[in-house]
Nanobody, 119 residues
């Protein structure tokens, strides 16, 4: 019923950069806090970054702080994750998620995009 569309994953060498994108309908995006999560083989899904409806409140996992930047464009209804100084341990499937009305509960998820960092 609610579709989130991701793009931007791929293969990059350690130290390189990627930018992930996640788009949604205006109805969903305009009322949702948004977040990025990732899952590596054999591990549970982990939080990466989140951003509030208006973009004023942002938080990052300690493991990516200073390297990743989350942002959103409320005209294009798109959220971004700029990833710099990538490390092999960043290899994972990355998912975007939406929390309707900014209630902090992520109810809608994208299909995931593979990010692979070679050493």
């Amino acid at each position: 019923q609610v579709q989130l569309v991701e793009s931007g994953g791929g293969l990059v060498q350690a130290g390189g950069s990627l930018r992930l994108s996640c788009s949604a309908s205006e109805r969903t995006f305009s009322t949702s806090g948004m977040g990025w999560f990732r899952r590596s083989p054999g591990k549970e899904r982990e939080f990466v970054a989140r951003i509030s409806v208006s973009g004023g409140n942002i938080a990052y996992a300690d493991s990516v702080k200073g390297r990743f930047t989350i942002s959103r464009d409320n005209v294009k209804n798109t959220m971004y994750l700029q990833m710099n100084s990538l490390k092999p341990e960043d290899t994972a499937v990355y998912y975007c998620a939406a929390a309707p009305l900014g209630d902090g509960t992520y109810r809608y998820w994208g299909q995931g995009t593979q990010v692979t960092i070679s050493s």
